[in-house]
């Protein structure tokens, strides 16, 4: 195998259900952020902390499917510091509004 080629092996698969794991548990926190609000009563800032964390939980599944995406090529693009940043901000967003929620 020349030097220049890469063989990926199963690192690229495991990227991917690394990302499906974690936009899993997301799909898990924006749930429970609704199940809570709906159980705890409609009110005005319950139905702000489900909206905002829908929100947060779209803007993640956009960079996750996204990089899902990316990771089909042959030699896949490091991931950009703005999906990373993204990523990060709406996975902290979810935790704070899942927090906030039971206060």
């Known amino acids: 195998m020349p030097a220049d080629e890469r063989d990926p092996g199963l690192q690229p698969e495991r990227t991917r259900l690394a990302w499906r794991r974690t936009t899993l548990s997301c799909t898990v926190v924006a749930t429970l952020a609704g199940r809570q609000a709906l159980s705890e ?17 779209l803007g993640f599944l956009r960079v996750a499917h996204l990089r899902v995406l990316s990771m089909a090529a042959a030699r896949p693009r490091p991931m950009s510091p ?22």
């Open 41 to 57: 009563g409609t009110g005005p800032a319950a139905l702000v902390a489900v909206a905002l964390s829908v929100l947060a939980w």
């Open 82 to 103: 703005r999906s990373a940043l993204t990523s990060a901000a709406c996975a902290v967003a979810l935790a704070v509004f899942a927090a906030a929620m039971l206060f």
